[in-house]
């Protein structure tokens, strides 16, 4: 198992550590918590669940981004890159599409890929493969699901097109995983 590229770079700028039962993430704490404990508070309460899920997703990138900018006299090429994210986001840099969802594969949520932006319309289409969450209500249920399930990653989405895309923007899962689809698609519009 080898450590993802983005955390190796966010090392090196010492912007990601794990010690003494810490974890820092770009000068925020972070808390491990197992997916069956996520599907416990979505079983309480699902909006709640989705909306802090989209605060969670926002304040995140937004928080990157501005780390970047303080880091950007350092002129190091990854903090560069995070600065320019909510710019290029629209645009067809493969980089900077690649950079989002290396930051989100970071949470464990699952594999992101973007396939579909549109920047103008406020529109993004999302696959997300390996989905924890799904894959985690199949286990503990033993069945597939009627509906969508990943309702946390929904906010998250939610919460990052936001920002990037400067409106508050929402998001609907339209197939799962835990459906005994091959993926999850998120639409965020």
Not at 23 to 51: F, P, V
Not at 104 to 123: A, C, H, P, T, W
Request: overall charge positive.
């Amino acid at each position: 198992m080898s450590l993802s590229p983005i955390l190796k770079k966010l090392l090196f700028v010492r912007q990601f550590s794990i010690d003494n039962g810490k974890i820092d993430l770009l000068g925020g704490r972070e808390i491990m918590l197992n997916a069956s404990a996520i599907l416990e508070l979505q079983d309480i309460d699902e909006t709640k669940l989705y909306d802090l899920g989209k605060k969670s997703g926002f304040k995140s990138i937004s928080g990157a981004v501005e780390h970047a900018k303080v880091y950007k006299k350092m002129k190091d090429v990854f903090i560069d890159e995070i600065a320019d994210l909510s710019k290029k986001i629209g645009q067809t840099d493969e980089g900077t599409i690649r950079m989002l969802q290396d930051i989100f594969n970071v949470y464990g949520l699952g594999e992101m890929s973007i396939q579909k932006i549109d920047n103008r319309g406020k529109e993004a289409l999302v696959a997300v493969r390996e989905s924890t969450i799904a894959q985690e209500w199949v286990s503990k249920y033993k069945k597939h699901s009627k509906s969508p399930v990943c309702t946390l990653t929904a906010g998250v989405l939610a919460g990052v097109f936001s920002y990037l895309m400067g409106k508050q923007i929402d998001c609907v899962e339209t197939q799962c995983l835990a459906q005994g689809k091959s993926y999850c698609l998120f639409k965020i519009a």
